[in-house]
């Protein structure tokens, strides 16, 4: 029993640690400083996306952004009315470009990386805005993620947010992607890079270049954000920012999911931390052991009823810590109100870490959920 306390009081305080030194580098998050106005390309890669990819186009058509900008929509082999879509639109607004994936020219094995190395191939910004096709990024989006790049900065990670929040689980879900984007924000202000997301990131077309695209990540499924990010920052000399101006928040539609295809989700980004090396594979496994220890005590506590006396004093120090760090990365009055289910999260999480981590590495998870219809015209749910 002192033992099992002894070894729940170290992962605590590696917990702790690891909260205070995201904290700092939230700190460290610089401000966006208008100045020069570089040509831009704007990624999209769409697939089945006829429902949302009007909206997308047209938050981008409101970009303040004065100087030269394209998007470039990627069909990725929908079989509904993206391109159509998108092509109408781009008849009356000639910035739009759209290029189409095609059938047995993939070169690697995530389909996402395929599209968007594709846009990129027919790009011509000097700097690379990445969004998704269910995102509308806020007028002034472009213009303060440009205003980022330092000369010696190579790559910006912005912030995400759904913009559903009306039942528990979709709060539950915006309050993780809250916690997960403070550390992405604190960890790329602290030097290293935990997490991002591709749904508000950008990069110079240069970088792409230098570290070859996706070809050394290519072999893995997703990640074209947060392994590229980590591949830049291994691979070359140039810094990277997070941009947490609340003018430059890209708000995003998380649809209708159900609970499997959600799980798969979850599954596929839990999968992640599987592949990171170093300082950040350190830290997770500590993190992990750490939910593990949690989990132990609140068993004896519960089904046992011997509650290891530390217990107390180390599950509060993690909620209030959590708290913080919440509080502190807060961007908009919205993600402020969604702290309130924080115990929801709390509790919630330690199986989360404890089985989709090691599930999501062992690669238990399928890429996307499609609807298709049966011989009796009926719409069977598939995972793809």
Same mark, same amino acid.
């Given at each position: ?8 009081? /170290? =992962? ?70 993206? !391109? ?6 781009? $008849? ?22 395929? !599209?968007?190395?594709?846009?990129? #191939? ?40 759904? @913009? ?35 749904? @508000? ?15 050394? /990540? ?17 691979? $070359? ?10 003018? !430059? ?30 300082? #950040?594979? /350190? ?9 593990? $220890?949690?989990?132990? #005590? ?14 107390? /004093? ?6 209030? =810590?959590?708290?913080? =760090? ?27 870490? =404890? ?5 999501? #590495? ?23």
């Amino acid at each position: 029993m002192f033992e099992f306390q002894v070894v729940m009081a /170290i =992962l605590g305080c590696v917990y702790v640690a690891g909260i205070i030194w995201l904290l700092v580098g939230l700190r460290r998050v610089k401000c966006s400083v208008e100045g020069e106005t570089p040509s831009v390309s704007i990624i999209v890669a769409a697939r089945n996306e006829e429902r949302s990819i009007s909206a997308c186009l047209r938050a981008l058509q409101l970009q303040d952004y004065k100087g030269k900008m394209e998007v470039v929509v990627v069909d990725d082999r929908s079989s509904d009315r993206t !391109a159509e879509i998108a092509n109408h639109i781009g $008849t009356k607004w000639s910035a739009i470009r759209v290029v189409c994936v095609i059938d047995g020219e993939e070169e690697y094995l995530c389909p996402k990386k395929n !599209a968007l190395a594709r846009g990129i #191939a027919v790009s011509s910004g000097e700097l690379l805005l990445f969004t998704d096709a269910d995102c509308e990024p806020s007028p002034a989006w472009v213009r303060i993620t440009v205003g980022m790049f330092a000369d010696d900065i190579g790559m910006v990670a912005g912030y995400a947010r759904p @913009n559903k929040t009306r039942w528990l689980r979709h709060r539950v879900l915006s309050l993780e992607n809250l916690a997960v984007s403070a550390m992405a924000a604190g960890s790329i202000g602290s030097g290293t890079v935990l997490s991002c997301t591709g749904r @508000n990131l950008a990069y110079r077309k240069r970088v792409y270049d230098e570290v070859g695209g996706y070809q050394h /990540i290519g072999h893995l499924i997703a990640g074209d954000d947060v392994y590229f990010a980590r591949l830049v920052a291994e691979r $070359t000399n140039w810094g990277m920012a997070y941009c947490r101006d609340p003018q !430059a928040v890209v708000v995003c539609d998380p649809g209708s999911q159900s609970w499997v295809a959600l799980a798969h989700q979850k599954l596929r980004h839990a999968s992640k931390a599987g592949h990171f090396r170093g300082f #950040a594979k /350190i830290l997770g496994i500590a993190v992990y052991l750490f939910h593990l $220890t949690l989990l132990c #005590a609140m068993v004896q506590t519960f089904l046992i009823e011997r509650m290891p006396p530390a217990f107390p /004093i180390i599950w509060g120090s993690r909620w209030l =810590l959590d708290l913080v =760090l919440l509080k502190s990365f807060a961007v908009t009055s919205e993600d402020r109100k969604l702290i309130i289910f924080l115990p929801i999260l709390e509790i919630v999480y330690i199986p989360y870490v =404890l089985l989709f981590v090691p599930a999501g #590495a062992l690669g238990w998870f399928r890429w996307r959920e499609e609807d298709k219809r049966n011989d009796d015209g009926l719409i069977e749910t598939t995972v793809s």
